[in-house]
């Protein structure tokens, strides 16, 4: 079946980095979906994504749908301690008569002050 | 973003009990989603339940052991039948709503004992 792949699986940053991560797939998507998920928490939309190239701002957040759908990039500018969580994307599969998301393995953030 | 309620948000269970998880939405919506994630996982889809039909499982998961009640659009319910402690997880709900995205409610963190 399809699987999305994250990477890096887990990084520790420093306050004030840059933070990119992707999500991969051999399979082709028409949405891409990032979560972040903190604990004890439900993942919480950040950014969607609709067309291929199509490349998207939520303040300091900026994601990018891959030219060959297959792929998705998410990138955290000037990171804070409130980033840290679990970052997952989601592509959307279409299936008969309906549809279905499925997730990323998950990108866990650390953040050092 | 559209409001989710989930109930239990968390509970402890003896194996071999079932338990019933509730959502309900503050507006009608089509499609709701269950969703599992065990301990530092992704999410997994367990079913799509829509409102006057049955729900549509994915492969693994089956209605015996995960029955979902889907009254009406606002409502849902997943029971998690004659637990064990591999069913210790977070279940999550979810919903697609026009202009708030795929939501998730905060889920419910259950422990099998």
Redesign the interface.
């Known amino acids: 079946?399809q699987q999305l792949n994250q990477s890096p699986q887990s990084m520790f940053i420093q306050e004030g980095e840059d933070v990119s991560m992707n999500c991969t797939s051999s399979s082709i998507f028409n949405t891409w979906?990032w979560y972040k998920q903190e604990p004890?928490?439900?993942?919480?939309?950040l950014i969607?994504l609709y067309k291929a190239g199509e490349l998207t701002s939520n303040g300091r957040l900026t994601a990018q749908f891959g030219i060959t759908r297959k792929d998705s990039f998410l990138n955290i500018s000037a990171s804070i301690p409130s980033d840290v969580g679990i970052y997952?994307c989601?592509g959307l599969i279409p299936?008969s008569g309906?549809y279905?998301?499925?997730?990323?393995?998950?990108t866990r953030l650390k953040v050092l002050a | 973003?559209a409001v989710?309620s989930q109930k239990p948000s968390r509970d402890i269970c003896q194996r071999g009990t079932s338990l019933t998880i509730q959502c309900q939405v503050d507006s009608q919506v089509t499609?709701m989603?269950w969703y599992r994630q065990q301990p530092g996982q992704?999410?997994?889809?367990i079913a799509?339940a829509?409102q006057g039909s049955e729900a549509?499982y994915?492969?693994g998961f089956v209605i015996d052991k995960f029955p979902i009640s889907r009254p009406n659009l606002t409502f849902s319910t997943l029971t998690v039948s004659n637990m064990s402690p591999e069913d210790s997880s977070i279940y999550?709900c979810?919903v697609d709503r026009q202009g708030y995205?795929?939501?998730?409610?905060?889920?419910t963190?259950l422990t099998v004992v």
Not at chain 2, 101 to 107: A, I, L, P, R, V
């Open positions: 079946g979906l004890g928490e439900g993942p919480v939309l969607a997952f989601a299936t309906t279905k998301y499925i997730f990323g393995t998950g | 973003s989710i499609m989603f992704s999410l997994t889809l799509t829509n549509t994915e492969s999550l979810s995205g795929y939501t998730f409610g905060s889920g963190r």
